[in-house]
């Protein structure tokens, strides 16, 4: 079996925290690395306690959400709550970061940006970037082929077990449907 390079591995934790967003705009998530350790990380949602896009909707002034703090800024902030410095790590990013969080990861000593999916790129956050030193590198997140063959042959045996009228599989589906469904609201 092939491992993952660190930088999927990274960046899969992002993908994995973006799962923990509330924002119905566009869920992103964070991890800070250093020394091939994972030291924070975030999603972007609504503070602590507070009400979330995903029950009441997007707070939207000037054609943005005010009510969301960025992942890269909750991964920032969870530093600071453990009291970890930032300075010289890297961060994983699902998406390219906006300028508000350019800034504050390059004030952090952030020393490389890794990020999944471009995002606007705005053009002066590069430039920060550039200016302040800081390595930007795109590193989508890949799926080794294998696992795509083991999830299509998940899938066909699922189909084959949705049609069956066998009693036995009938128990079955009650019972997967008991364990693994989502709890009404």
């Known amino acids: 079996m092939e491992r993952i ?8 934790q992002s ?14 998530g964070a991890v800070i690395v250093r020394d091939k350790r994972m030291i924070a990380g975030g999603y972007n949602g609504s503070v602590s306690g507070g009400v979330h896009c995903i ?34 790590a890297e961060v994983y990013v699902t ?9 504050a990861l390059i004030q952090a000593g952030i020393k490389a940006v890794y990020y999944g999916e471009d995002y606007k790129n705005d053009p002066y956050a590069v430039e920060l970037f ?19 063959e083991q999830r299509h042959l998940v899938g066909r045996l699922i189909d084959k ?3 069956s009228h066998d009693p036995e599989v009938e ?15």
């Open 161 to 163: 077990l949705e049609n």
């Open 130 to 148: 550039q200016q302040a030193g800081v390595r930007m590198k795109k590193v989508p997140l890949e799926i080794p082929p294998m696992q795509t």
């Open 15 to 28: 993908y994995l925290l973006k799962s923990r967003s509330t924002c119905q705009r566009l869920a992103v």
């Open 95 to 103: 998406h390219f970061p906006c300028v508000h969080c350019t800034k």
């Open 55 to 88: 029950d009441e909707g997007c707070y939207v002034v000037g054609g943005h959400c005010v009510r969301t703090i960025h992942a890269e800024m909750n991964a920032l902030l969870q530093c600071s709550k453990i009291g970890v410095a930032a300075d010289g």
């Open 5 to 12: 390079t660190w930088n999927q591995y990274f960046m899969a």
């Open 171 to 185: 128990e079955l589906k009650e019972l997967a449907d008991h364990y693994f469904s989502l709890p009404e609201k």
